[in-house]
C-alpha cells in the first residue's frame, strides 16, 4: 500500500470503528421502534416526505458518539441540520434512517447511512441494514466490506445486461424520471428501485446492482455509498456538482467502471 494510502488508513481507521458502532446503536434504537411502529407520532415535511421519533432519536444515538469523539468534525444531520463548520476537514453526512416510509409502513429496505466527507470527497462509510444484520463498510485506504466479507462493484459493462437502480423523489419532476426510464428501457436496461437510496449505493459497492442513478440525492444520504463504492472500484460522477454547497446535494450517478461511461452518455452527464 502507498505511504500516503496508509496514512489515509491510519487517520480514518478510528473514525469507520466509531462510525460502526454508532450505526449498530442507531439500528438497535430503530429495531425497538419498528416493533411498535403503529405507536410512533409522525409528521410530514414534504410530499411524500416523512419523520418521526425514531429518525430523531436515532440521529441522538449518532452525534452522540461522534461528536465528543470528533470535536472538530462537522456534523450534516438530516434531522439537525448543519452543525460546526461546513469548511472543517472532515464533516460526518448522517441520515438516521434511510427509507423511512418503509420503515413505517413495515417495509424492509431501510437502513443507517454515515458518511464522511473531507476536502470535496467521500472518504469514509457506513451503511448498516438492521433487519437483515448487514454492516457495509469501508474508506480511502480500508478495503470494503459487509460483515467482514470483501465486496466489489460489478463487472458488467453492457447497458443491455444492467440491472440499475433507478431513484426518483419530488424535487425531480416526474416528466425527467420517466425519460430516463424510457432511455434506459429503449437501450435495454432494466431498474430496480427499493424507496432507499443509501442502501441501493452500498449494494452497488457490493455488485448486487450494476450501478444507481438519482437526479438528486441529499448529502446525508450519498456520501457514505459513495465512499463504499470509491473503496469497492466503483466510479461516480462529481458530488455535489462544482460549486454546489455540500448540504444542498445533487446528481447522483454511480457504478463499476466498465459501465460508467456508458451509463453517463445514456443520461447525458458531463
Not at 140 to 155: E, K, L
Amino acid at each position: 500500500m502507498p505511504d500516503d494510502m496508509h496514512a489515509s488508513a491510519g487517520r480514518l481507521a478510528p473514525r469507520l470503528a466509531a462510525a460502526e458502532q454508532a450505526a449498530r446503536a442507531a439500528g438497535r434504537l430503530l429495531l425497538a421502534h419498528y416493533d411498535r411502529r403503529s405507536q410512533l407520532v409522525i409528521e410530514q415535511k414534504g410530499l411524500n416526505d416523512f419523520v418521526s421519533i425514531a429518525d430523531r432519536e436515532a440521529e441522538e444515538a449518532i452525534a452522540a458518539i461522534l461528536r465528543p469523539a470528533f470535536p472538530d468534525d462537522g456534523f450534516l444531520g438530516e434531522e439537525t441540520g448543519l452543525s460546526g463548520a461546513e469548511t472543517a476537514d472532515c464533516v460526518w453526512c448522517v441520515d438516521p434512517l434511510d427509507g423511512t416510509s418503509n420503515f413505517l409502513k413495515g417495509a424492509h429496505n431501510w437502513c443507517v447511512s454515515i458518511g464522511l466527507w473531507s476536502k470535496g470527497e467521500p472518504i469514509l462509510g457506513v451503511i448498516y441494514d438492521p433487519l437483515r444484520d448487514e454492516l457495509f463498510t469501508g474508506a480511502d485506504g480500508i478495503a470494503p466490506s459487509v460483515n467482514g466479507a470483501p465486496i466489489a462493484v460489478s463487472a458488467t459493462d453492457g447497458i443491455d445486461r444492467t440491472s440499475l437502480g433507478l431513484g426518483h423523489n419530488h424535487r425531480v419532476p416526474p416528466a425527467a424520471f420517466a425519460a430516463d426510464a424510457e432511455r434506459l428501457f429503449s437501450a435495454g436496461g432494466s431498474f430496480r428501485q427499493v424507496g432507499a437510496g443509501a442502501l441501493m449505493l452500498a449494494y452497488v459497492a457490493a455488485g448486487r446492482v450494476d450501478g444507481y442513478f438519482e437526479r438528486h440525492m441529499w448529502s446525508w444520504d450519498a456520501v457514505a455509498g459513495l465512499a463504499l463504492i470509491k473503496a469497492a472500484g466503483g466510479r461516480f460522477a462529481a458530488y455535489p456538482p462544482p460549486g454546489t454547497a455540500l448540504p444542498r446535494g445533487g446528481l447522483v450517478l454511480a457504478s463499476g467502471p466498465k459501465l460508467f461511461g456508458s451509463l453517463a452518455g445514456l443520461f447525458a452527464i458531463d
